[in-house]
């Protein structure tokens, strides 16, 4: 694996505003691969959404996923830092991983980036933030991802939750207890509002309620690449978003890591992650035609 290289000004890193005016940052990252020369025509980019439940993380606690998927993807990466719960409630993540998609689309060629091959994706609160991009680029208009990359993706808030929530409560480093107090403070800043199972059925909270797949399928809905683990409380819902977007006809692959816990994408210190990384830099080449 080679080395890679910010391709940005370091002290340059906004990235975009959403309407409300908020600044999007992100660092982005270009392969550098070793014993290669460099390429002349324009990279494919994976715009990265970091996960923690829509309340941790930033693009430092993902630093090590973006430069294994730059790295070994030979693509470029545009690692975004949201903005978080609970100072900023949904939408405000939405709306900033919306602008940061429509941003690397508007600025491609300055980046040196193809505009035909940029793709979403994310782990966790991330892979539910790549998957919302995907729904909402298709169902609003304008430029859509190439392809979505969706690890242990959150796909569905409703009650009741999935079986695997009963199977996997506890002791699997992901807990229910953990995804209650994270939702607590992306809906309502720390306590569940009182239109919370509206929101809950909101698309843009939970994308596998969608209830227009098949229209976005037909308006180019991006294909999807999802990958969720065994011992997972979100593992049936990843199972279950993949197979209704495949459903709806959209090309999609869905691998089931069933030896693995969530988040497997970013444990890369072990044989485990980095199988899992492995693969997933294989269908990420693949997807955005790397050679």
């Known amino acids: 694996m080679g080395k890679h290289a910010r391709v ?35 990279l494919p980019l994976l715009v990265y959404f970091h996960g923690g ?76 933030l790549a998957a919302v991009v995907a729904q909402e ?37 992901l807990t229910r207890a953990n995804m209650d107090w994270y939702e607590a403070n992306y809906l309502g800043g720390g306590t569940l509002p009182d239109d919370v199972d509206a929101m809950r059925r909101d698309p843009r909270v939970s994308p596998l309620l969608a209830d227009d797949l098949e229209q976005l399928a037909e308006r180019g809905l991006a294909p999807a690449y999802v990958a969720v683990a065994g011992f997972d409380p979100l593992r049936d819902e990843g199972i ?6 495949s459903d709806a006809g959209v090309a999609t692959t869905l691998r089931v890591h069933t030896d693995a816990v969530h988040p497997f994408i970013n444990i890369l210190a072990t044989d485990l992650g980095r199988r899992c990384m492995a693969e997933a830099v294989g269908a990420l080449r693949m997807a955005l035609h790397v050679r």
């Open 137 to 173: 680029c298709a169902r609003v208009g304008g430029p859509q991802p190439a392809w979505q990359m969706l690890f242990v993706p959150v796909t569905d808030l409703t009650l009741p939750r999935s079986r695997s929530y009963e199977l996997f409560s506890e002791g699997y480093f």
């Open 240 to 245: 279950a978003y993949a197979r209704k977007l």
């Open 53 to 128: 439940g829509w309340v941790l993380g930033s693009h430092h606690t993902h630093d090590a996923v973006a430069r294994a998927l730059c790295a070994g993807g030979e693509v470029a990466v545009l690692n975004v830092d949201y903005r978080l719960a609970p100072e900023h409630v949904f939408p405000a993540a939405v709306d900033d991983a919306v602008a940061a998609f429509r941003w690397a689309h508007a600025h491609a060629d300055a980046l040196g980036i193809d505009p035909n091959r940029i793709a979403v994706g994310g782990d966790s609160a991330g892979g539910n």
């Open 8 to 42: 940005v000004d370091p002290d340059a890193d906004e990235v975009g505003t959403t309407e409300a005016g908020a600044v999007v940052d992100a660092r982005t990252d270009a392969p550098n691969v070793a014993n290669r020369e460099p390429r002349a025509d324009p």
